[in-house]
């Protein structure tokens, strides 16, 4: 569970293209009168049934590069002003990989590779993104972009620029604001190799290294927070994970718990989420999982899910997900 940092921002950027609140958020059961709660968390489903109604909404192929652009900092809440406070490259991307998710909401989290003459950042997956994967890298790499030349003061210099998924019709996009001819698609990971400038190089202003500090030690401290804010909620997505094979119903977690279930319940509403959401953001990882990494029908998922009927399985994807099975096989096959 994060913050919905990227969900005010979404609202705001949708606004100014005509679509209400209500639209961007429709089957997301997101509160938008408690986005401006500190201690409202959302899951990932929640966030990704948003990118879908935008998508959706705008029938915008490249709105990820669109939207990339039109990042500030401040729509990183906290983690914005300490990423004004960096002092390198390597500040940036130390904060990206340790607090963006968590706190901002961002969908992919980052690895870095230090190499002789180049660096590079490899683009994870929080949880498998299916079709919203293309429009999560090219909002990342568009924003990530934005934020290291705005703290280094220098352009960034890309030996290639390695995509997960197939060229999309607006592939010429990639070379235009990447400013290079090594584009490549259906490659194994997301990924960017940077030339220069370094990752050690000083950031263009003399900033203070102990204001960085600060503004650290304070998402730590928030990142704390919602950690012990939600204990029940990670207690429960742990048991989740560990009967991957079996959905346990609300009696036997709350016995793993040593409570009641109505006290289970209780606990859980106060942490602002419900079992049957934990169960229903789980079971969406989960297909999304065996779509990608394995050959089984509709109907063992769905065994495998604990659904008896397969249509109400293949229902249920649509909530979830904003798509259709075969939709999401399509495009993580790239046919």
């Known amino acids: 569970m994060f913050r919905p940092t990227k969900i005010k921002h979404y609202l705001a950027r949708m606004r100014q293209r005509g679509f209400a609140a209500e639209m961007v958020l429709a089957g997301s059961q997101i509160d938008a009168e408690k986005l401006d709660n500190p201690s409202y968390l959302i899951d990932v489903w929640q966030s990704q ?140 990971v997301s990924a960017v190799n940077v030339i220069s400038p370094s990752i050690e190089i000083i950031a263009a202003e003399n900033k203070s290294g102990e204001l960085f500090e600060i503004c650290q030690q304070y998402c730590q401290q928030v990142l704390r927070q919602i950690t012990a804010e939600r204990p029940l909620a990670l207690q429960v997505r742990n048991h989740l994970l560990r009967n991957s094979g079996q959905i346990p119903g609300l009696d036997e977690i709350a016995r793993k718990l040593n409570c009641s279930t109505r006290s289970l319940r209780r606990h859980l509403l106060a942490e602002g989420v419900t079992y049957q959401q934990l169960v229903n953001e789980f079971r969406c990882d989960l297909t999304k999982e065996y779509l990608k990494s394995s050959h089984l029908t509709n109907q063992e998922i769905a065994f495998l899910l604990g659904y008896q009927d397969v249509k109400a399985f293949l229902r249920a994807f649509k909530m979830w997900t904003g798509t259709t099975i075969s939709a999401y096989r399509a495009g993580s096959s790239g046919t």
């Open 49 to 188: 049934k948003v990118l879908s109604n935008m998508i959706r909404l705008t029938g915008n192929d490249a709105l990820g590069f669109e939207l990339g652009q039109e990042i500030e900092f401040a729509d990183f809440g906290i983690v914005g002003y300490a990423l004004m406070s960096s002092r390198s490259m390597r500040d940036v991307i130390k904060l990206w990989s340790s607090y963006c998710h968590s706190l901002v909401g961002v969908m992919l989290k980052i690895d870095l590779e230090e190499k002789p003459e180049e660096w590079r950042v490899t683009f994870i997956e929080v949880v498998p993104m299916g079709s919203l994967l293309r429009f999560c890298v090219e909002e990342n790499l568009t924003f990530g972009q934005w934020i290291g030349e705005s703290v280094v003061g220098q352009q960034i210099c890309y030996s290639s620029v390695e995509l997960a998924y197939p060229p999309p019709p607006h592939r010429e996009l990639y070379r235009k604001i990447f400013k290079t001819d090594q584009i490549v698609f259906d490659a194994p």
